[in-house]
T-cell receptor, first 114, second 114 residues
Framework: SQTIHQWPATLVQPVGSPLSLECTVE??????LYWYRQAAGRGLQLLFY??????ISSEVPQNLSASRPQDRQFILSSKKLLLSDSGFYLC?????????????FGPGTRLLVL | AQKITQTQPGMFVQEKEAVTLDCTYD???????LFWYKQPSSGEMIFLIY??????QNATEGRYSLNFQKARKSANLVISASQLGDSAMYFC???????????FGGGTRLMVKP
């Protein structure tokens, strides 16, 4: 069966510091991968998605970037964090072969920028 | 552009009773999918149920059913026989157009009373 991992689970970082969040999927090949951000008490906002290695699409312009160095690895990065980057970051995967293309989410990373 | 509206920020239900969580959507795409996710306090987004725009029958998954009224553009979630473990945030989401992007509503917090 497929599983999705995210780490770290929680992170406290100072303003201006770099960021690297990692997401990996097991048990499937060539998944579509997604990064979402959820502000406290709000819905999810799509940040990036990827349909293959090295293919990244950005939905919201900001100081974050994403990379997909391997088929089942998706990384969210920043060179300099802002206070507004605080939130709950969720990674998700789906398969094009699934007619519903349901997205399945990882456990998330809670980021607090101070 | 797609839009999802959840008008109930919070709801209470008595244990063992049924509850309906409202969701309305807006899209110009003739083909779309509607999803409901549950988010407990741990933060993980758990997929509950899916309804395709061309599905003739309402989707059901155990105690969850989706009341799909296409003409009214509504996709309400019905939870039968509520349990204490159903207390969580519930999000309605829609995928439409190229790329399987999910648009989320603002969520409804459900609290089940013993």
């Amino acid at each position: 069966s497929q599983t999705i991992h995210q780490w770290p689970a929680t992170l406290v970082q100072p303003v201006g510091s770099p960021l690297s969040l990692e997401c990996t999927v097991e048990g499937t090949s060539n998944p579509n991968l997604y990064w979402y951000r959820q502000a406290a008490g709000r819905g999810l906002q799509l940040l990036f998605y990827s349909v293959g290695i090295g293919q990244i699409s950005s939905e919201v312009p900001q100081n974050l970037s994403a990379s997909r160095p391997q088929d089942r690895q998706f990384i969210l990065s920043s060179k300099k964090l802002l206070l507004s980057d605080s939130g709950f970051y969720l990674c998700a995967w789906s398969l094009e072969t699934d007619p519903q293309e349901t997205q399945y989410f990882g456990p998330g990373t809670r980021l607090l920028v101070l | 552009a797609q839009k999802i509206t959840q008008t109930q920020p919070g709801m209470f239900v008595q244990e063992k009773e049924a509850v309906t969580l409202d969701c309305t959507y807006d899209t110009s795409d003739p083909s779309y999918g509607l999803f409901w996710y549950k988010q407990p306090s741990s933060g993980e987004m758990i997929f509950l149920i899916y309804q395709g725009s061309y599905d003739q029958q309402n989707a059901t998954e155990g105690r969850y059913s989706l009341n799909f009224q296409k003409a009214r553009k509504s996709a309400n979630l019905v939870i039968s026989a509520s349990q204490l473990g159903d207390s969580a945030m519930y999000f309605c989401a829609m995928s439409a157009g190229a790329g399987n992007m999910l648009t989320f509503g603002g969520g409804t917090r459900l609290m089940v009373k013993p």
